[in-house]
């Protein structure tokens, strides 16, 4: 592997996530440091960086420019200044918490964002990490059966469950989503198995968040396959787990990882503020095994 000469990359488990030293980026980088950034991103799928200060929501957009346009999520934030910036916000009490499932980000979209970058504001002393799960190691660990199997089928995702009238998240935490009559859901289909759209390798693309049942069948004949998958996707061996400070950042790729907000301290305040990069549509996987 090539070595890197501007950053320090320091894996944090066997299969997913490093933590990213000797840069701040909150500066304007030099365009070969940004390089090894998307470098260190596409190894590690998920990238962390500590002691950093993006409070100033032009350096965490800026920052976040420099890998893409910024993608405005359709249901949160609507009609403040800033519509880039998503505030996700635990308030000492709340029951609930933005993300607490497995999930990549968004994905009812026709474009899924590429990637994300969470700044810790404020956080507990203990509790409220992230998990992060590595979807090529999910594919990857299938049978070559599974594998056939699942060549060529698509889900359809849908934001029913954590945005509309529907939802019922607003009265359970701080963080609010669009739940206004006038809100309408978001649907699309997206391959079972995506093919990532720089790396060329394959992983699974499926979560409980938002996929609600695979094209051209019922929910209940698709439940017994979906839940098989999303189970081996959140096998311990493919996570690593963020233990945040005031300060940190996660940046990751919403391509080939899902990850979970842990919602076990109900008594504290935690406060993150987020940007999204635009994605492209979904690649479907190609060829099957033999
Ligand atoms: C998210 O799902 O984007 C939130 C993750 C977190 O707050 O840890």
Redesign the pocket.
């Known amino acids: 592997m090539t070595p890197y000469k501007h950053i320090s990359v320091q894996p944090v488990s066997g299969c997913v996530g490093a933590e990213i030293g000797d840069v701040d980026i909150a500066d304007d980088l030099d365009d070969a440091v940004v390089a090894e950034i998307r470098r260190a991103l596409l190894d590690h799928l998920v990238i962390f960086f500590r002691d950093q200060d993006l409070r100033n929501i032009e350096r965490h957009k800026a920052f976040t420019r420099r890998f893409g346009p910024l993608f405005v999520h359709p249901n949160f934030n609507q009609g403040q200044s800033n519509p880039e910036i998503v505030y ?1 916000t635990r308030e000492p009490g709340d029951t609930a ?3 607490e499932k497995w ?1 990549a ?1 968004t994905t009812m979209m026709e474009a899924p964002p590429m990637g ?1 970058i ?1 700044h810790a504001l404020e956080v507990p002393d203990h509790g409220g990490d ?1 998990l992060f799960s590595n979807q090529y190691r999910a594919y990857d660990t299938l049978s070559d059966g599974m594998k056939r199997m699942l060549q060529g089928l698509r889900a359809v995702h849908n934001d029913s469950r954590v945005a509309g009238p529907k939802a019922g998240l607003n009265s359970r935490r701080s963080t609010k989503v669009r739940e206004d009559p006038d809100w309408r859901m978001t649907e699309n289909e997206h391959p079972v198995v995506r093919v990532h759209p720089e790396t060329g390798r394959k992983c699974l693309f499926v979560n409980s968040v938002y996929v609600h049942r695979l094209a051209g069948m019922t929910a209940e004949e698709s439940a017994p396959l979906l839940n098989y998958l999303y189970a081996h996707a959140a096998r311990p061996e493919f996570t690593c787990r963020f233990r945040w400070r005031a300060g940190s950042v996660a940046f990751w790729d919403n391509r080939c990882l899902m ?1 979970l ?1 842990i919602n076990d301290n109900h008594m504290a305040a935690r406060r ?1 503020q ?1 940007t999204q990069i635009a994605g492209t549509p979904v690649l479907h996987s190609g060829a099957a095994p033999a």
């Open positions: 996700l918490v933005a993300g999930h980000d994300a969470l992230t990850h907000a993150m987020r």
